[in-house]
């Protein structure tokens, strides 16, 4: 299992910057698939990004295309998650979510961290 903790949230202006960073605790950090999640209230939670076990290949909601870059380093066994160009409607609590070889979905997920994004 790992279990995975989420920080750099906060309160920002539009336009500006802010980074995710995710500590993933436990063995094996490389079996899983990484992605980023975001959940606005009254919505359904919504993909922002992923990034595979070797981080070669990166995938990015349309939303979030173009703004925002995944990465992680399989020696500190983090996931990050730079958001550029911030928007008011990027307001939300962010969740990191870990997907094990095999599985079809994000099984494992972080506490989220809050982003909120003013005008």
């Known amino acids: 299992q790992v279990q995975l903790v989420e920080s750099g949230g906060g309160l920002v202006q539009a336009g500006d910057s802010l980074n995710l960073s995710c500590a993933a605790i436990?063995?094996?950090?490389?079996?899983?698939?990484m992605g980023w999640f975001r959940h606005q209230p009254g919505k359904e939670y919504a993909f922002v990004a992923s990034?595979?076990?070797?981080?070669?290949?990166?995938y990015y909601a349309d939303a979030v295309k173009g703004r925002f870059v995944i990465s992680r380093d399989n020696v500190k066994n983090t996931v990050s998650l730079q958001m550029n160009s911030l928007k008011p409607e990027d307001t939300a609590v962010y969740y990191c979510?870990?997907?094990?070889?095999?599985?079809?979905?994000?099984?494992?997920w972080g506490q989220g961290t809050q982003v909120t994004v003013s005008s």
């Open positions: 979510a870990a997907q094990a070889i095999s599985a079809t979905d994000f099984g494992y």
């Open positions: 436990g063995p094996t950090f490389t079996k899983y698939i």
């Open positions: 990034i595979s076990r070797d981080g070669t290949n990166a």
